[in-house]
């Protein structure tokens, strides 16, 4: 009988083309997202990988800080929850165990980004300035780079 070692590896390859530029992503923020405020399909996509069962939240995702759980969430204009004031972007996929309520993620919080590539859409217009928020600077380019 001969023991044959075997080995498995999977990639995953991180989609950026939110990022107009590398300022601010060496100063990045440690932040904890509250799943149950994302979306699936919009915000995090489900593991289909049987040999790996987490799920990842995309990053570019706009959030804003829910005041009551000091947890972060999706951004919303229209929301009253404290989500209604950008906090920036999540840089990086970041993934979650099933059933996880939580999960740690890096936050953009200022730096250059494109408005029409942020998965789950922003509108820039509807963002309030603020001294105490984001400083996001947003492009439009339009279709591919």
């Known amino acids: 009988m001969s023991i044959q070692p075997i080995s498995w590896s999977a990639t995953y390859t ?13 100063q990045t923020e440690t932040i904890t997202l509250d799943v149950t405020k994302l979306t699936e399909g919009t915000h995090y996509f489900a593991s289909t990988d049987t040999s790996q069962p987490y799920s990842y939240v995309v990053s570019g995702i706009a959030v804003g800080r829910i005041t009551e759980s000091r947890l972060y969430g999706p951004y919303d204009p229209e929301a009253t929850d404290g989500r209604q004031e950008l906090a920036g972007h999540v840089l990086a996929e970041t993934f979650f165990a099933p059933g996880a309520k939580r999960c740690p993620a890096a936050l953009l919080w200022h730096g250059s980004v494109w408005a029409d590539h942020v998965p789950g859409g922003i509108d820039p217009a509807k963002i309030l300035p603020s001294s105490t928020t984001a400083q996001i600077r947003y492009q439009v380019k339009g279709g591919d780079r």
């Open 14 to 26: 991180a989609n950026r083309d939110w990022l107009a530029s590398l300022h601010g992503t060496d």
